[in-house]
């Protein structure tokens, strides 16, 4: 989800359930791409990344899928538990911009008790 | 340190005042970043400082806002005469080495009111 001015795209989802949070990126030479969440008052904070020779990859919990076809990127979140609410962003390099990330306007994932 | 540490966490200002934002990178990290983020907003990129090499300063949105990088480490954000947009979360982060694919690590921020 891209961000449309003050009010972010929301992703309200009941605990135990899974999330997934999608992202359009926008460059065709991207090859690194990372996911950050940032709850509130703090800053953002790395959760996966993956490199653009993959098109998926596991860590605990949450799964990256890279389609490089049609520039989308997804953060799937197993058994959502309410400390999983955050905003969450997808951000994209590409090698000639050294490590300069390009990031998306952020998904707000809401958990219900 | 452990992390990125940022100060002030907050600042109120009046308009027309200057502020300086601080930054201690993660000890070892020779690139240092710069992010703004307004109210329910994604990262908007202002600047980045690599080692020694002039600092990318094209995210910049003004001359009112200026950043330097003393001896490789501490970086300090001075915005002058801000302005009521100037009111936002200033972000810093760092990582290891520009020159390859590294993730970032974030501060908490500084939470700028310019009233």
């Known amino acids: 989800g891209e961000s449309v001015g003050l009010h972010l795209p929301t992703l309200s989802v009941q605990e135990g359930d899974n999330s997934i949070i999608n992202c359009a990126y926008s460059?065709?030479?991207?090859?690194?791409f990372i996911w950050y969440k940032q709850e509130s008052g703090k800053g953002p904070q790395f959760i996966i990344d993956i490199r653009s020779n993959m098109d998926k990859r596991q860590g605990q919990r949450v799964t990256v899928l890279l389609n490089k076809t049609v520039k989308h990127l997804s953060l799937q979140i197993a058994a959502t538990q309410p400390g999983d609410s955050a905003v969450y962003f997808c951000a994209e390099n590409w090698a000639n911009a050294g490590n300069m990330l390009t990031f998306g306007g952020g998904t707000r994932l809401m958990v219900k008790p | 340190g452990a992390g990125v540490s940022q100060s002030p966490s907050n600042k109120v200002t009046e308009k027309g005042k200057d502020v300086e934002l601080r930054c201690d990178p993660i000890?070892?990290?020779?690139?240092l970043y710069w992010y703004r983020q307004s109210l329910g907003q994604g990262l908007e990129f202002l600047i980045y400082f690599q080692g020694n090499s002039a600092p990318d300063k094209s995210g910049l949105p003004s001359d009112r806002f200026s950043a330097e990088r003393t001896g490789g480490s501490v970086s300090t954000l001075t915005i002058q005469r801000t302005q009521q947009e100037d009111s936002a979360v200033y972000l810093c982060a760092s990582s290891f080495d520009r020159s390859t694919n590294e993730k970032l690590f974030f501060g908490s921020g500084t939470q700028l009111s310019v009233l």
């Open positions: 460059n065709s030479a991207s090859d690194y």
């Open positions: 000890s070892g990290h020779t690139a």
